[in-house]
């Protein structure tokens, strides 16, 4: 696929405010800091679309971006910010599963894993999570760069065979580097084939 256009389009706070679910959408998930605003970035080749940050929780906000005029890449706040207050982390916890849950329109939830590190209970609670509410997810392995790939592939290894305990079958799962656009192709080629069957699902109309 071919990135034509990318545009911001909403930040919100407020699953009722949220744009009509009438596109295919994929949800960008994963720790804070993991790397989800810059692999936007990479993907649409928009430097500056989702703003990054060296700060961890950045991105609080569901952030709609219009690719090509025909899909959504949705920027989630990250999960797991350490310095965030309790009252913070339980509200922002419950917009975005309620959102994961809720949303007509979500095609694939996609989850960001550092390549760096070995499996974290909170990643793997998060996808044991997914794989309750039955939504469909694949695993993409960021910051791929800043280490070898034999050390990258330990840790996909790991992950996978921790996985393994509560899934079946293990889900797809792409390896990046927002540096050296690795992966780029592959995650576009997968989206416009879920795009490719999308409809416009049943959705109540809100007021
Ligand atoms: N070397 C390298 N650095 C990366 C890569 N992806 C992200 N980073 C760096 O990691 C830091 C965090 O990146 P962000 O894209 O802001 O992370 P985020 O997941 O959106 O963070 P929050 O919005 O705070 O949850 C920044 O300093 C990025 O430059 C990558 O693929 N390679
Ligand atoms: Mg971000």
């Known amino acids: 696929m071919i990135v034509k256009s990318a545009e911001f389009i909403c930040s919100n706070t407020q699953i009722s405010k949220l744009p009509p679910p009438v596109k295919a959408e994929y949800a960008f998930i994963?720790?804070?800091?993991?790397?989800?605003?810059?692999?936007?970035?990479?993907?649409?080749?928009?430097?500056?679309?989702?703003?990054?940050s060296q700060t961890p929780g950045k991105t609080q906000l569901i952030n709609h971006f219009y690719i090509n005029e025909s899909w959504y890449i949705v920027d989630l706040p990250g999960?797991?910010?350490?310095?965030?207050?309790?009252t913070n982390k339980a509200n922002w916890?419950?917009?975005?599963?309620?959102?994961?849950?809720?949303?007509?329109?979500?095609?694939?939830?996609?989850?960001?894993?550092?390549?760096?590190?070995?499996?974290?209970?909170?990643?793997?609670?998060?996808c044991n999570w997914l794989g309750e509410k039955g939504l469909s997810f694949v695993l993409i392995f960021t910051k791929a760069d800043k280490q070898?790939?034999?050390?990258?592939?330990?840790?996909?290894?790991k992950f996978k065979k921790a996985l393994q305990v509560t899934f079946e079958e293990v889900p797809h799962y792409f390896v990046t580097s927002s540096e050296t656009q690795l992966g780029r192709e592959e995650i576009l080629a997968f989206i416009d084939t879920i795009n490719k069957d999308f409809v416009i699902p049943h959705f109540e109309p809100r007021d």
């Open 30 to 52: 994963g720790r804070s800091n993991v790397g989800k605003s810059s692999l936007i970035n990479m993907l649409t080749a928009k430097k500056g679309l989702a703003k990054t």
């Open 93 to 126: 916890s419950k917009f975005i599963h309620t959102y994961l849950d809720k949303r007509e329109s979500l095609q694939c939830v996609m989850v960001l894993i550092d390549s760096r590190l070995e499996p974290q209970k909170i990643d793997l609670e998060f």
């Open 148 to 157: 070898s790939s034999v050390k990258t592939d330990q840790n996909i290894a």
């Open 79 to 86: 999960y797991g910010y350490a310095r965030a207050s309790k």
